[in-house]
C-alpha cells in the first residue's frame, strides 16, 4: 500500500517524528473537529518534513480517518474498559496509529509496536507502555477479523450516511460506494493547453475527459510545469462542470463559491470572461494566488453568491454549492467524521438560494450548470427536481454522450451526469460528484 518514498519514510530514524505528527493532527481532527486542511496547517514543524515523511503522514491520518470505525471493534475486545474509559482520551488514537500499521501498512511486527510504546512516551503517558505494549502484541498475533473490502466499507460508514446511500441507491450500490472509498485517491491534474504532452513530462496518465492522472505521493509544487503555471491540482471529475457549458470564449461566466479557483482557472483557459465570486476574502486572496501562478485574468468578487448580482445579465453561471463533500472521502476521509445530518440540512437552504439567484443572473437562452461534490441526492438531484417546480424561466438542458467521452456510465435517465467513487475503477475511480445543466427560457 505504500510507495518505496513512503517505506522509506516509515523505516527512517525520525519516524517517530511522522508519527507525533499524524498523532496530533488526528487528535485536532477527533477532538477539536478540526478539518484536515486546518489540522496538517496546525501541526508545528510539519513544513520543515521531508516530501517522503510528509506523505507518510498523510497515509497514517487517511488510514486511521477511513479504517478507525473497525479497528474501535477490534480494540473495544481487548480492553477491559470500554474506550471511553481511556485516561488521557486521545490515547485511542496511539492505539489507532498502531493498529494501522500492523494491519493495514504491512508495517513489520516488531517496528508496529516499537514506534507505538515509543509514541506513548513521547506524549507523556509512559506510564500506559505496559498497556500499549500488551495490546499491540496481542494485534500483531491475533489481527483483526478478516472482512472483504465492502463489508469493511460498510463496517466504516456512519450510519446516517450509510442509510441515505441505501435509499438513493440500494444496497449493492451503496456497498459498492462504501469499498471504494476505503482506496487511495490518485493525483490528478487540468493542463491549460496540450495535455498529451504534459502527461509525458509529468509521467501521468490522460483520462477521456483531458484531466491527467499520477500516482500520489511527492511534492506537487516540485514537478514541472508548476512554476510556469502551465496546470492545476484539481480532481477529474471535479473538472467536469466547467466543461458542460460548452462554448464560452469571450462570454461572461459567473463561478459562484469559486475558491480555491480549480474551476475559475478552466473557464479562464478556455477564454472566458470570468467573475468569480466568493464570500471569504481569504479564500479569494488564495484564488488571486492561483490565478497568478497560472497567468489567468479573472475579476474577483467577495460576495455572497445567494444574493450578489452582475451589473448585466450573463451568458453562463457556474454553480459549485457548498456541500457535505462525501463524494470526496478517499482524499478527505475527516469527512466520514466531522459531517452530520444537520450539515446536509442547513447546506440544502443555502443550494436551493444560489440556484434561484443563478437563474436571475442569466441571459435569456443563457446557460447554468449546477454541481455537488456530495453522492447524497438530497444535494444533488432533488434538488435539481426542486428548482423546476418553482415555476422559474428554465428548463433542464440534458447532458448526452456528445458532450465529453468517456462519461457514458454516469449519465442518468433524466440526463445529469452522477459521478461515483467506483467510476473509472479501472483507472483508479474518481470523486463522487453531482452535475446538471439549465437553459434560461
Known amino acids: 500500500m505504500t510507495d518505496p518514498e513512503v517505506q522509506s519514510a516509515e523505516e527512517s530514524s525520525d519516524g517517530l517524528d511522522a508519527r507525533?505528527?499524524?498523532?496530533?493532527?488526528?487528535?485536532?481532527?477527533?477532538?477539536?473537529?478540526?478539518?484536515?486542511?486546518e489540522a496538517f496547517a496546525r501541526t508545528h514543524g510539519l513544513e520543515d518534513f521531508p516530501a517522503r515523511d510528509k506523505a507518510f503522514v498523510r497515509l497514517l491520518v487517511s488510514v486511521v480517518l477511513k479504517r478507525a470505525r473497525e479497528m474501535d471493534a477490534a480494540l473495544a475486545k481487548l480492553l477491559t474498559e470500554p474506550i471511553s474509559a481511556l485516561k488521557p482520551a486521545q490515547m485511542i488514537n496511539i492505539f489507532r496509529l498502531g493498529i494501522a500499521q500492523v494491519t493495514f501498512l504491512q508495517?513489520?511486527?516488531?517496528?508496529?509496536?516499537?514506534?507505538?510504546?515509543?509514541?506513548?512516551?513521547?506524549?507523556?503517558?509512559?506510564?500506559?507502555?505496559p498497556l500499549v505494549n500488551a495490546i499491540m502484541r496481542r494485534i500483531t498475533r491475533e489481527g483483526l477479523a478478516p472482512l472483504d473490502a465492502r463489508d469493511a466499507g460498510r463496517a466504516n460508514t456512519p450510519e446516517w450516511l450509510w442509510n441515505e446511500w441505501m435509499q438513493d441507491y440500494g444496497v449493492e450500490t451503496a456497498l459498492t460506494i462504501a469499498a471504494a472509498n476505503l482506496t487511495e485517491g490518485l493525483v490528478d491534474f487540468s493542463v491549460k493547453s496540450d495535455p498529451e504532452a504534459w502527461a509525458e513530462k509529468l509521467g501521468a496518465r490522460l483520462l477521456a475527459t483531458g484531466s491527467l492522472r499520477k500516482e500520489a505521493g511527492g511534492f506537487i509544487p516540485g514537478l514541472p510545469g508548476f512554476d510556469e503555471g502551465a496546470w492545476w491540482n484539481q480532481n477529474a471529475a471535479a473538472a467536469i462542470p466547467a466543461m458542460l457549458l460548452g462554448d464560452i470564449r469571450g462570454k461572461t461566466v459567473v463561478d459562484l463559491c469559486a475558491a480555491p479557483g480549480g474551476k475559475t482557472a478552466q473557464?479562464?483557459?478556455?477564454?472566458?470572461?470570468?467573475?468569480?465570486?466568493?464570500?471569504?476574502a481569504e479564500r479569494i486572496k488564495r484564488l488571486a494566488e492561483n490565478m497568478t501562478r497560472l497567468k489567468l485574468d479573472v475579476e474577483t468578487a467577495i460576495a455572497d453568491g445567494a444574493v450578489w448580482q452582475p451589473k448585466e445579465k450573463v451568458d453562463f453561471v457556474l454553480v459549485d454549492a457548498p456541500c457535505t463533500a462525501t463524494g470526496t472521502i478517499r482524499h478527505q476521509p475527516d469527512v466520514l467524521w466531522l459531517k452530520e445530518p444537520r450539515d446536509q440540512e442547513k447546506l440544502a437552504g443555502l443550494q436551493k438560494r444560489l440556484m434561484v439567484n443563478a437563474v436571475n443572473m442569466l441571459k435569456p437562452g443563457g446557460a447554468m450548470v449546477y454541481c455537488t461534490c456530495s453522492l447524497q441526492k438530497a444535494e444533488g438531484e432533488h434538488q435539481a427536481l426542486w428548482l423546476l417546480q418553482q415555476g422559474l424561466p428554465v428548463s433542464m438542458a440534458p447532458i448526452t454522450t456528445k458532450d465529453l467521452p468517456g462519461i457514458s456510465d454516469m449519465i442518468t435517465d433524466r440526463g445529469e451526469l452522477r459521478c461515483l467513487p467506483y467510476h473509472w475503477n479501472e483507472v483508479g475511480g474518481m470523486d463522487g460528484f453531482y452535475v446538471v445543466r439549465f437553459e434560461k427560457t
Open 20 to 37: 507525533r505528527a499524524a498523532y496530533h493532527i488526528l487528535n485536532d481532527i477527533f477532538f477539536q473537529k478540526k478539518n484536515m486542511d
Open 267 to 280: 473557464l479562464a483557459a478556455q477564454g472566458a470572461k470570468v467573475i468569480a465570486v466568493d464570500r471569504s
Open 107 to 129: 508495517t513489520p511486527a516488531h517496528a508496529a509496536v516499537n514506534t507505538t510504546v515509543e509514541l506513548a512516551e513521547a506524549e507523556g503517558i509512559a506510564h500506559h507502555k
